[in-house]
């Protein structure tokens, strides 16, 4: 168990970060740099799906410091601009507020409760603004 990443996409437009209990802080910041990689392999724009659909578990410390280390990692890369959490059964706002706190300002930080309805958000957004 833990996470996993993969391209959501034959284009490799698409990252999914895929978390299955239990996981550590550890692997969290082991899979960012593997995002930092697949990043860095494109010449294009990437989303970024947060897939906590089936996961209910969060590690029982670190949460803030390891939401600002991913805030000035990955989630700044100048290839992200669209980042979706689903969240399943976890509560939007824990989240949210991370999110507020810590996201980089040029970001778009949406939020579904199912994988499915991530891609139909995607599909409404677009990323034409990344550089």
């Not at 168990?1 to 299955?20: D, L, R």
């Not at 802080?25 to 740099?33: E, H």
């Not at 949210?96 to 579904?112: C, F, H, I, V």
Request: glycine fraction near 6%; aromatic fraction near 8%; include cysteine.
């Amino acid at each position: 168990m833990g996470i996993t990443v993969e391209w959501g996409n034959p284009e490799k437009s698409i990252i999914i970060i895929t978390h299955t209990e239990p996981w550590t802080w550890g692997q969290f910041r082991a899979t960012g740099v593997e995002i930092l990689n697949m990043l860095d392999s494109v010449q294009h724009c990437v989303c970024l799906i947060d897939n906590l659909e089936h996961n209910t578990f969060m590690p029982p410390a670190g949460f803030v410091e390891n939401m600002k280390w991913a805030a000035q990692t990955y989630h700044a890369h100048p290839k992200v601009r669209t980042i979706i959490d689903v969240l399943g059964g976890l509560p939007v706002d824990l989240l949210s507020s991370a999110r507020r706190l810590y996201g980089a300002p040029d970001r778009r930080y949406l939020a579904s409760q199912t994988l499915q309805q991530a891609f139909e958000l995607l599909a409404k957004v677009s990323d034409s603004d990344c550089a």
